[in-house]
Every structure is written in structure tokens, then in C-alpha cells.
């Protein structure tokens, strides 16, 4: 549980707990999901990650960006929903400025770096240890304990943290907003390597995010559930995740900018 797990806070009200490594069966090992999910592979989470325990919000976004681009803004509690409508540009953008701004931060004794997480990262964390649809286990009955999604989102996003957290301590992965990955999307894991790193393809145009969002139904927010867009995309259901890296971990981190500036 997040209990014994090392964390630490950031100045904008986030946490940040580690990811341990180890591996997992990433994917569908039942073959009763898409095939996009499939083949199931083992994959090794060599170094160790501060995975988000939320979403970044609007507020944390309106902090180091000075705008916010997100649709839902009404509500006195505005700045705790999560942010949405950032492309995958805009994300690597807010992540150079976060960077730029905290660099040289010493968290637990280490320097780092902030970035997004790769999809295996995101399906360890969310998994936690489980194989079941989502780390709750698998009945849609529960979900609504832990996640806004169609069935009682009332058609918005939600103030973070109001659920329950999976087993290691993790808010709102189900529902809420998908939440981009590093990884370059492909239609199935066919030539993914089995590493913690992001799959990087030469020859697709669209980035993973993950998680579902307050408009998807229940059995698209499962853990080992994948969805894709244009890096340009600003879309109300799609916003970020953070992960801080260790600089004294081999798993690289890009400089995001040189991604380019966002695109309008």
C-alpha cells in the first residue's frame, strides 16, 4: 500500500509516490479483450519512478503556464479538476517550464526530472500488482467507487482525489481524463521490446494516452485498456499525468522541448 511507500509532496498540492521496480504481464493474457491489447507480454520496470497520485490540476497548470485552456472551469472548485484540452505538445511544453523552474530540486536526496510517463508505467502503476480488469478486481458494480466515467460523471469532469485510491495509492487512473503517455501508438504489441522505456515508432503519427475519461464507458478506464490521438489534440477528455524521475536512474528523459512548441 501507498503507506509504506516513499513520497513526496510539490508545492502545488500533488504527491508523488514510488513505483518500485519489477515486472509484469502487460496486456491481455486472457484474450478476451481487443486485440490492440495483445500479445501479452512480460515487461521489466528496471528503475524506480514517483509516479502522480492525481492528475495534474488547473490550478498546478495555471501556476507555471499562466493560462487555462481547459472547457470545464466552472465551479469555485475549478482549480482542483483536472486539466484537459493540452495536446501531447502543450503537455511536453508545461513539463520544460515545470523543469526549467524546479531544476536543481533535491526530493529524498536526489535531483530528477519531471516528464510523462511511458505506457508500461502507467499500466504497473495502475495494475498494482493485480490481473484483474482493474486492480479493484472485475466487476463495472465497483467502478463507481473509484472513478468518474459515463454512467456518473454527470457529464463533466470531477474535483481530483474524490474516490477511492488502487491498491498502491493512485487517484482517479479510472475515468475522470485520459492521460498522455510518452509512447509512439501502434495497433497491437507485436514489435513493443518488453522495456520500461516508451515505444518509439518511425512510421506512426498518433501518441497512447490512458485511463478513459468522464465520457467513456466503464471498459474503456481498465487498467490494460489503450486509446490514441494526434499529438495535436486538444480534446475535453484528455489531460496529464506527471512522473519524476531519479537522474540517478538509467530510464532516459527526453528535454521536452525539444518536441517543438504546441501546435494551434
Partial sequence: MS??????????????????????IMGDALKRGPKTERPAHEVT?????????RPVTQAHWTAIMNNNPSKFQEGWAAGLRPIESVSWHDAHLFIA?????EHGTVRLGFTGAWR????????FAARAGTDSRWSFGDRDAELNDYGWHAG???????EVGQKKANL?????????????????YVADYSTHKGTQNAFI????QRKVHRGGSWFTESDSTRSRARASALPTHRGDGVGLRLVWAPHNANVPVETPLEHGDPVS
Fill in 3 to 24: 503507506s509504506t511507500r516513499p513520497s513526496f509532496d510539490d508545492t502545488y498540492g500533488g504527491r508523488y509516490i514510488l513505483v518500485e521496480p519489477g515486472e509484469f
Fill in 97 to 101: 517550464h515545470l523543469n526549467e523552474l
Fill in 168 to 184: 498502491w495509492g493512485y487517484l482517479d487512473l479510472y475515468g475522470l481524463c485520459g492521460e498522455w503517455c510518452e509512447d509512439d
Fill in 45 to 53: 520496470i528496471s528503475e524506480p519512478i514517483f509516479f502522480g497520485e
Fill in 152 to 158: 456518473n460523471s454527470g457529464a463533466t469532469t470531477r
Fill in 201 to 204: 515508432s518511425d512510421t506512426s
Fill in 116 to 123: 510523462l510517463p511511458t505506457e508500461a508505467e502507467w499500466e
